[in-house]
């Protein structure tokens, strides 16, 4: 692995601990204004400080996040599908490598279908552009996706976390379920979580305790944050979560805004 790739990893998952807070706001490449995220800067610029990586969309990027920020950028490179489209993350790629360079991406995110019926359209596009993105040393986050129709357990996510691994993602983002630990043990590659739909702060924050605590190194946690009712104090706890092995209590001490 060469220097490159090793520093923009580092950007990602944190050298002090081997963790990461991705805060997620690419939603809008699909769900257009996602509850939240209307006006996407007023929300997510308080959020900065406390998450150690931005993924979004270059559109999102461009439009409404200062070029002046420091926090390093996670892109968001395949789509093509929309929440009222006939074949949801049906994806493929969006951003050429070239402008994920240029706007000084740290890493890239690229969805996969697995057990879909167009789940060979999705794997190949993430292997093509993890070969483009090798060239230049940028790191790629593959993105278990789940359809509607798939069964959210262990056995699965094990085979798709799996799958991106062998094919060559540098890191997993997947769904916590129960017997977690089980997809760790059998992933090579580093592992976060998304946050998936808005459920209650404590329920959100035990869950990422949980994943930690199965071996994931971070969370790529969108709804949960912004969606919360004090999106700052949420994001806050999760941090507490990941970086400082906080407890659920804790961190919900945090998000409530009583911890200092
Ligand atoms: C949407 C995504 C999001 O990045 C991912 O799901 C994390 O966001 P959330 O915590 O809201 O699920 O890939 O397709």
Not at 49 to 70: E, F, V
Not at 111 to 140: C, H, N
Not at 176 to 182: A, G, M, N, S
Request: glycine share 8%.
């Amino acid at each position: 692995m060469d220097w490159g790739m090793k520093n923009r990893l580092s950007k990602i998952i944190k050298p002090k601990d081997g963790r990461t807070v991705m805060l997620a706001v690419d939603h809008g490449y699909f769900m257009g204004p996602t509850s939240g995220l209307e006006q996407l800067d007023k929300m997510v610029n308080p959020l900065l400080p406390y998450a150690d990586t931005l993924m979004l969309t270059r559109g999102a990027l461009r439009n409404y996040i200062d070029p002046t920020c420091d926090i390093p950028i996670v892109l968001r490179v395949s789509g093509g599908t929309s929440i009222i489209g006939k074949e949801l993350l049906h994806e493929g790629t969006v951003v050429s490598i070239e402008d994920a360079i240029r706007l000084n991406a740290s890493g890239v995110a690229y969805s996969i279908l697995v057990g879909a019926e167009f789940e060979r359209d999705t794997i190949l596009g993430m292997t093509q552009y993890i070969d483009e993105a090798e060239r230049y040393g940028i790191p790629v986050i593959a993105v278990t996706a789940v359809g509607k129709e798939m069964v959210r357990d262990a056995r699965y996510m094990s085979l798709a976390s799996r799958m991106a691994a062998e094919l060559g993602a540098h890191i997993v983002k997947t769904y916590f379920v129960k017997d977690f630990e089980k997809v760790i043990e059998s992933c090579p590659v580093p592992v976060v979580i998304a946050g998936g739909k808005k459920q209650p702060e404590a329920e959100a924050l035990k869950m990422a305790y949980d994943a930690i605590h199965a071996g994931a190194i971070g969370v790529d946690m969108g709804r949960n944050i912004f969606q919360s009712s004090n999106p700052v104090g949420m994001v806050k706890a999760v941090n507490a979560i990941v970086h400082k092995n906080a407890t659920p209590k804790e961190a919900f001490e945090v998000f409530k805004g009583n911890k200092k």
